[in-house]
């Protein structure tokens, strides 16, 4: 039986650490050691995952566990400080989707100025919302790592029961789509915030995976990668489903709420408001045509109005598809 810590109590780290210990010896590890000792106590989560119990057999705690394999569930910026912790321990796979902000650094490049080049590490990504399976709905999942051993062997501890994982050599592809869906899921929010219908949100999630496919072909991502699970497929849920706390960041922004209040209330990281200025900036450096992520990092900044940004994105001058 496999070893696996899960490095984050919040609702991503919560749902797989319970999943995965119906097959594995599973370890929780909260930093909060309050957290820790109520998870324990009421084995439930309330605060990131409310109305589900975690099981028995999970372990919790305050304490860096050791493990076979690392699962770091935290958002982008606590990536660095698990990642140093887990150092000469045992390989480490991250969950999280974006861009460090200020060094716009993506995952697996902050774990290799943490670790070392020779790390084995990798990214777990794809279509998942925590609730549905914390419930145990099906899922399908992509391990991606440059090391295809280790990817083909990580992928098999986390496949298993409703869990399905594929595995995948594309890391940068993987963490690209991961990143950028983030930030059209707020496109898409505001563009159903502002009642702009079916068919603009279909056009905005087709344009918006125009825009991850070019900067991932700047950045050495395969097409079929950024057209899969962790590209088309995550952006398609994160785009319409309920459960998406960047589209409820863009809804909220399209009905007139300040961006520091849709915050303090949201109660979870919304990764693309912060990934939206990395994006901007890269594209500007990369000189990648990204007009709807640039149009939303301009809203996130209050430098355009949302119903602005729109009508900017529609005069834009006529051209060939591609």
């Not at 975690?54 to 660095?80: C, E, Q, S």
């Not at 890269?282 to 939303?296: H, I, K, Q, Y």
């Amino acid at each position: 039986m496999t070893r696996v810590a899960v490095l984050g109590a919040g609702a991503w780290g919560t749902s797989i650490a319970s999943v995965l210990a119906a097959r594995h010896d599973v370890t929780l590890w909260a930093r909060d050691p309050a957290q820790a000792d109520s998870l324990e106590r009421t084995r439930r989560n309330e605060r990131y995952l409310p109305g589900f119990s975690v099981p028995d057999a999970l372990k919790i705690t305050a304490t860096f566990p050791a493990a076979d394999l690392y699962l770091a569930a935290t958002p982008v910026a606590g990536l660095r400080s698990v990642a140093e912790k887990a150092q000469g321990k045992a390989p480490i796979v991250w969950l999280c989707k974006g861009f460090e902000q200020g060094s716009g650094l993506l995952p697996h490049q902050i774990v290799e100025q943490a670790l070392g080049t020779d790390v084995r590490c990798g990214a777990l990504s794809g279509p998942s919302f925590a609730q549905e399976v914390a419930r145990g709905l099906p899922c399908a999942l992509t391990l991606a790592a440059r090391d295809a051993s280790f990817a083909r062997e990580a992928a098999a501890i986390v496949h298993g029961g409703r869990v399905r994982v594929y595995y995948s050599t594309d890391l940068v592809g993987v963490e690209i789509g991961g990143a950028v869906k983030n930030v059209m899921a707020i496109a898409a929010g505001i563009c159903d915030g502002l009642g702009l219908g079916h068919n603009a949100r279909a056009a905005l999630i087709t344009r918006g995976l125009a825009e991850i496919a070019r900067l991932g072909a700047t950045m050495g991502a395969q097409p079929d990668t950024i057209f899969g699970l962790t590209g088309a497929g995550d952006l398609i849920l994160t785009a319409t489903g309920e459960l998406s706390r960047n589209r409820r960041v863009g809804l909220q922004l399209a009905e007139g709420h300040a961006l520091d209040s849709i915050l303090k209330t949201l109660g979870h990281v919304a990764e693309g408001v912060y990934t939206a200025r990395e994006v901007a900036k890269l594209a500007t450096t990369r000189g990648v045509e990204m007009p709807v992520s640039e149009a939303v990092n301009a809203v996130l900044e209050a430098k355009l109005a949302p119903n602005s940004a729109v009508e900017q994105l529609l005069a834009r001058d006529l051209k060939k598809e591609a």
